[in-house]
């Protein structure tokens, strides 16, 4: 059974950054063809992709965030990392990681962490 | 980027009714196409994936069809627990986009 569980800060002071980290279990990073995503979704709108990351360390962003996110992973703890630097109130949203397999999409969620950007 | 548009964004029906949704492609994404369900609170559910292909669990009453930019996700006999936010993602090329979603409400 594949479980994804979201954790990190609640609230984020505009200009910081957010660090958020995606614990998993019942699959492995270091297996061919597997991958994590980051998705966002801000209150009342919709799904936004943010970036994923897979098995062999290749990276994938959303061009529109790439200069602001980036994404690690730890084979070892069974862990995917998120970073997003100088946080806006714009980005105030749900954050979810999700499991998916090279040529498929996010098939697995966590149930989402909120995160609010203000001063 | 692909943009994916969903229409219509409500849609109010009754238990047992048949419902379908549309996404549309800016651009052809063959059959790269997942659907998901969303309820309040929640996160995504993983409906359909390759445009037509249940996944592992989702009951029959929902499906998908389409190729190329317009695809549709059909909701038969619909059920209290079906009423939700439908969501299209294409997954053809980066960056990964999603509709803007569907609101099913109750009649």
């Known amino acids: 059974q594949i479980t994804l569980e979201e954790s990190g800060p609640t609230l984020v002071k505009p200009t910081q950054t957010l660090t958020l980290t995606c614990t998993f279990s019942?699959?492995?990073?270091?297996?061919?063809?597997?991958?994590v995503g980051w998705i966002r979704q801000p209150p009342g709108k919709a799904l936004e992709w943010l970036a994923l990351i897979y098995w062999n360390d290749d990276k994938r962003y959303s061009p529109s965030l790439k200069s602001r996110v980036t994404i690690t992973k730890d084979t070892s703890k069974n862990q995917v990392v998120l970073t997003m630097t100088n946080m806006d109130p714009v980005d105030t949203a749900t954050y979810y990681c999700?499991?998916?397999?090279?040529?498929?999409?996010?098939?697995?969620w966590g149930q989402g962490t909120l995160v609010t950007v203000s001063s | 980027d692909i943009q994916m548009t969903q229409s219509p964004s409500s849609l109010s029906a009754s238990v047992g009714d048949r419902v379908t949704i549309t996404c549309r492609a800016s651009?052809?994404?063959?059959?790269?196409l997942a659907w998901f369900q969303q309820k309040p609170g929640k996160a995504p559910k993983s409906l359909i994936y390759?445009?037509?292909s249940l996944q592992s669990g989702v009951p029959s009453k929902f499906s998908g069809s389409g190729s190329g930019t317009d695809f549709t996700l059909t909701i038969s006999s619909l059920q209290p627990e079906d009423f939700a936010t439908y969501y299209c993602?294409?997954?053809?090329?980066?960056?990964?986009?999603f509709g803007q979603g569907t609101k099913l409400e109750i009649k």
């Open positions: 651009q052809g994404i063959t059959n790269y």
């Open positions: 993602q294409q997954y053809n090329s980066y960056p990964y986009t």
């Open positions: 999700a499991h998916l397999l090279v040529g498929t999409t996010f098939d697995n």
């Open positions: 390759a445009a037509s």
């Open positions: 019942g699959f492995s990073l270091s297996t061919s063809g597997v991958g």
